[in-house]
């Protein structure tokens, strides 16, 4: 049976969480304080191979490791050996990149080729400010080492108004410098960043206003299903964008969440997710039929439920 919804909307990609803790504490996504799952509820290694091996035969075909940071997860390694047995279609992963220089061999090994990086800020002033910590310089180490060992990388900005959008231009020329694609991304109505989206969003398309005026764009082809849509600008730098808020995608989202602690979401933007664990694959099929009818067709405007517990 292939996961297809009333909309003939196929789920096809899992976002996987391997831990709701973080090194960073980015304002729009954790509190200074958060209140963490406690570790023994999370999945371990083999729960996430026999969830995601079952989900494979119901189509899954893209598997992208997130979190909370995943690289913080003590089995990190494990998982992704366990998982890289499964002749997963794509294997993937998105990081704030903190850590990532510990884990180029497992990478490679378990042949993710994918990175997606968050990085919202090239000062390490506003950096701090976003995030609380001062990793920045590791982080642009991390990159600079994917890009030299052949990662296909692609850098995500959560782009605010007032914070950080006086760096659009400078992203651009990163991305240029180091032959990377960058992403910015609306800042989404989602847990503690509800209380800065009045003063600080900034839509996907005043940002592309403010780069023509510099720049000629070549809108570019991307996949159906696709988050992201692109531009290639003429020095071949490929600009995307994440509108999720003013160009929601729900009409041809493809995508499930699991959380750390085994819960399938079927929308981010849903507050409840329905928990895989410890049950038989029969009742699990009641519930992927569940979850199908639970995917909106038009998402709400906002959910209370903090970023870093589901899984970005
Ligand atoms: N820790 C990893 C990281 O930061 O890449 C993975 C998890 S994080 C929740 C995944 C992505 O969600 C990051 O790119 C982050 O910037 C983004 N994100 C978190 N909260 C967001 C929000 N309210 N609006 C837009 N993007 C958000
Ligand atoms: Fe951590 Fe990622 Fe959330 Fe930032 S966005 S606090 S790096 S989980």
């Known amino acids: 049976m292939k996961l297809v919804d009333h909309w003939q909307r196929q789920i096809r990609k899992l976002r996987v969480s391997l831990t709701d803790r973080c090194n960073l504490r ?5 509190p200074l304080h958060p209140n963490f799952m406690d570790k023994h509820s999370y999945l371990t290694p083999d729960e996430y191979v026999d969830i995601i091996q079952e989900l494979l035969t119901y189509g899954i075909e893209e598997i992208r490791i997130t979190g909370g940071e995943p690289l913080v997860r003590p ?5 992704m050996l366990k998982l890289s047995m499964l002749s997963i279609p794509q294997l993937s ?13 497992i990478l490679k090994k378990c042949n993710v080729t994918k990175i997606n990086i968050s990085l919202d800020s090239l000062q390490p002033k506003t950096f701090a400010s976003i995030t609380y910590r001062n990793s920045l310089s590791r982080i642009l180490e991390n990159i600079r080492q994917a890009v030299a060992q052949g990662f296909d990388i692609k850098i995500n900005v959560v782009l605010m108004r007032g914070i950080n959008d006086c760096e659009l231009f400078d992203f651009i020329e990163y991305a240029q410098k180091l032959s990377v694609t960058v992403r910015f991304l609306e800042l989404m109505q989602i847990g503690y960043a509800n209380e800065l989206y009045d003063h600080h969003f900034i839509s996907a398309q005043e ?30 730098v490929k600009v995307g964008f994440i ?16 959380s750390a602690d085994g819960r399938l979401f079927a929308c981010l933007f849903i507050e409840k997710g329905i928990s895989i ?36």
């Not at 089995?75 to 998982?79: A, P």
């Not at 992963?93 to 061999?105: R, S």
């Not at 909106?296 to 209370?304: E, G, K, T, Y």
């Open 207 to 236: 940002c592309i206003n403010q780069l023509q005026t510099r720049y000629r764009m070549n809108r570019i082809n991307s996949v159906s299903d696709s988050t992201a849509f692109y531009f290639e600008l003429d020095s071949g």
């Open 26 to 30: 980015c304002r729009y996504c954790m």
């Open 243 to 258: 509108a999720s808020e003013s160009q929601p995608f729900c009409n041809s989202c493809s995508r499930w969440r699991l």
């Open 93 to 105: 992963l998105t990081t704030n990149g903190i850590l990532l220089h510990q884990y180029w061999e």
């Open 277 to 312: 664990r410890n049950i038989s694959s029969e009742t699990r099929h009641h519930i992927y039929e569940q979850l199908l009818g639970m995917k909106p067709i038009q998402r709400s405007a906002h959910v209370l439920r903090a970023m870093y517990g589901i899984g970005g």
């Open 75 to 79: 089995e990190f390694s494990e998982i």
